[in-house]
């Protein structure tokens, strides 16, 4: 099973940018559905990103679509989440998460029990 390493997160004001980074070790890259989950105070955690690692496929969450991307690098074992124009209710602990053999398969990636390999989790403070 692959372990995750979640960092990037800290303090950043409404409307800048920060990019998460998931470094992934164990021994292939291959065949995951790496996916980016956030959890705010209080509130359950909710599924934000998407990629299928065999063939790039991606999905974005409504919430998130137009400011964030996720994108991966094959040859680092790495997925990133690139954060544009933060709101403060985008403060929250953001987690990525490892799903072998299959890929996020569109809503269905926001199923949290379908993941085997959870990153410690960054958090992402956005000020007003």
């Known amino acids: 099973e692959v372990q995750l390493q979640a960092s990037g997160g800290g303090l950043v004001q409404a409307g800048g940018s920060l990019r998460l980074s998931c470094a992934a070790s164990?021994?292939?890259?291959?065949?995951?559905?790496i996916a980016w989950f956030r959890q705010a105070p209080g509130k359950e955690r909710e599924g934000v990103s998407c990629i299928t690692t065999r063939d790039d496929t991606t999905y974005i969450s409504d919430s998130v679509k137009g400011r964030f991307t996720i994108s991966m690098d094959s040859a680092k074992n790495a997925v990133y989440l690139q954060m544009n124009s933060l709101k403060p209710e985008d403060t929250a602990v953001y987690y990525c998460?490892?799903?072998?053999?299959?890929?996020?398969?569109?809503?269905?990636?926001?199923?949290?029990?379908?993941?085997?390999?959870w990153g410690q989790g960054t958090l992402v403070t956005v000020s007003s």
């Open positions: 164990g021994p292939t890259f291959d065949h995951y559905a």
């Open positions: 998460a490892a799903d072998y053999g299959r890929p996020c398969a569109g809503r269905y990636y926001h199923q949290m029990d379908r993941y085997g390999s």
